[in-house]
């Protein structure tokens, strides 16, 4: 069995899976989100935060956003792709399900309902509130802890159009080209406002510094730059692309004792564990005690509602426990954007071939490595 991609215009390049044959090549991308969109990850409050209302304002811009305390309130006239990439409550999981939160009696379907945060196996855990969407298909051909034969698309027109945009206004400091007919065509198929001029003028730049993809070399970019990563960002979302992206960037100097944000779990979302209430649930749906961290003496299961990092009601998915290596914040280094050039190098192309005079070759070390070896790097 296999899911072919050729016959969609936007995909230029793909692999195939598939179950069939003795060469079988297949994934378990599918087996995995259809268990809430775990694996053990989830999207961050920033990268939620990203997402324009649909007349392309930003959600601090614009008086249509209804915060983000209930799913309803986050995903209501926001970007399409949104709900095209992350879970909510009453999303179909599975048509066969073996392994989703609730069932509804009436259909026999498996259903989302809450993120699996409490979940002790990991694989099957989400850490931020907001699960994985993108690359779910509901057949129970491929429900939880069998193969996954869904195509993988390789490189899209999207990217294409993304790509050429980002370079001609690097290049070119403007929006010329094919420049508006390209982003006006990926606004266009998300179902959204096309005028992304308003989106750029409406901006505050001071107000997405909880973006790294604001940031190069440690300083905020223009609101043009800002914006064509901004709409790369959701475009290409679990594509594989961030972390590249922000390395192509230079976007992480920034990160110096960050604390990531997960989902507003205190103002009501809490209640999905405490007091869940799934109507037509084929079986109750367990109830969790919050064991906060640093309130209890007991080993806590949740961050804290008081932690000076959650605003009084953010989820904080790496301090719940002192010792998460990012209880303290996440920090970032120069010398992990590139490997270190080898000291050999150095050798050959000093003034006098073999000798100690780097300062003489013609190369560079890579920023925070040292032309010696056996050194760390700055930092470490």
């Known amino acids: 069995m296999e899911l072919l991609l050729s016959g969609i215009d936007e995909i230029l390049l793909w692999r195939k899976y598939s179950v069939n044959s003795d060469a079988t090549s297949y994934h378990f991308v599918v087996s995995y989100l259809q268990r809430n969109g775990g694996g053990n990850t989830g999207y961050t409050r920033s990268m939620v935060n990203s997402y324009l209302m649909s007349d392309g304002l930003p959600i601090y811009a614009s008086t249509n956003y209804q915060g983000d305390d209930t799913y309803e309130h986050i995903f209501t006239d926001r970007d399409g792709r949104m709900g095209q990439t992350i879970l909510k409550t009453g999303d179909l999981l599975s048509d066969d399900p073996n392994f989703a939160t609730w069932i509804k009696k009436s259909d026999g379907y498996g259903y989302f309902y ?20 993108k690359g779910l298909n509901t057949s129970g051909d491929m429900q939880s802890t069998k193969e996954s034969y869904t195509g993988c698309p390789i490189f899209r027109a999207a990217e294409a159009y993304l790509n050429y945009i980002e370079a001609y206004y690097e290049l070119n400091g403007n929006l010329g080209g094919n420049c508006d007919k390209y982003w006006k065509a990926l606004r266009a198929r998300a179902g959204m406002s096309t005028d992304y001029q308003k989106t750029i003028n409406n901006t505050d730049i001071s107000k997405e510094k909880q973006d790294w993809g604001s940031y190069s070399a440690g300083q905020q970019i223009n609101t043009t730059l800002y ?80 932690d000076p990092y959650a605003e009084g009601k953010y989820l904080l998915p790496y301090r719940k426990n002192a010792a998460n290596i990012g209880f303290n914040g996440l920090n970032w280094n120069t010398s992990k954007y590139l490997y270190p050039i080898s000291n050999k190098q150095f050798r050959l192309t000093t003034a006098v071939p073999g000798s100690n005079e780097y300062e003489s070759s013609t190369i560079y070390q890579n920023p925070g490595w040292s032309r010696n070896d056996g050194t760390l790097p700055e930092g470490e």
């Open 114 to 133: 809450r993120p699996e945060i409490f979940e002790a196996q990991k694989e099957n855990s989400n850490p931020t509130g907001y699960c994985l969407r």
């Open 227 to 306: 914006n064509i990563r901004r709409e790369r960002r959701v475009e290409l979302v679990s594509e594989g692309f961030r972390m590249a992206d922000l390395k192509r960037w230079r976007a992480l100097d920034q990160v110096k004792d960050v604390h990531v944000q997960g989902f507003n779990f205190w103002d009501s979302m809490y209640q999905l564990y405490t007091n869940p209430q799934a109507e037509d649930a084929v079986t109750p749906i367990p109830q969790i005690t919050l064991l906060e961290y640093g309130v209890t003496d007991k080993t806590a299961n949740i961050s804290a509602k008081s």
